[in-house]
């Protein structure tokens, strides 16, 4: 006797990924509320982190929006003082961002929440269910970013 189709899966894994969707979305909801930002901020200003000096279009390829939401975003951001703009010496048109102190903290802050939070879930799990799980997370980020075109 042969097992379950991957058919025989397809409704109950929409079911988990629309669970877990939701509580990712209020998590970041939650911890973003914590810090005064919305979680599409914290999602820049943890990206700035990761890619220092990077550029306005940068982020708008990153996240797949237009420039001018990019723009109005950073805006917010730097009138919070979370970051700060610097505009290239050789082409006035490169804008350059920086995380300030503040915009640090205000993502330490979000990420010692999450952690604790995600702490909790993976202590659901045995050592060898979370081996698992970050390995098939890992293999389905590597295969959608191949789709994707996306370098690893």
Not at 32 to 49: E, H, N
Not at 117 to 122: A, E
Not at 127 to 149: A, D, F, N, P, T
């Amino acid at each position: 006797m042969k097992g379950p189709k991957i058919e025989d899966h397809l409704r109950e894994i929409a079911h988990l990924s629309q669970v877990l969707s939701k509580g990712i979305v209020s998590e970041e909801s939650q911890l973003a509320g914590q810090c005064c930002i919305t979680p599409p901020q914290l999602a820049v200003l943890s990206y700035v982190i990761r890619m220092p000096d990077c550029m306005m279009t940068d982020l708008s390829k990153e996240f797949d929006i237009k420039l001018s939401s990019v723009t109005g975003m950073v805006d917010r951001l730097e009138n919070e003082g979370l970051v700060s703009r610097t505009r290239s010496h050789d082409d006035r048109r490169v804008v350059r961002l920086k995380i300030t102190q503040k915009g640090s903290e205000a993502v330490k802050t979000a990420e010692q929440t999450h952690n604790k939070r995600t702490k909790y879930v993976l202590e659901l799990l045995s050592e060898h269910e979370r081996k698992c799980l970050v390995s098939i997370l890992r293999k389905i980020s590597e295969s959608i970013k191949q789709k994707r075109g996306e370098n690893k």
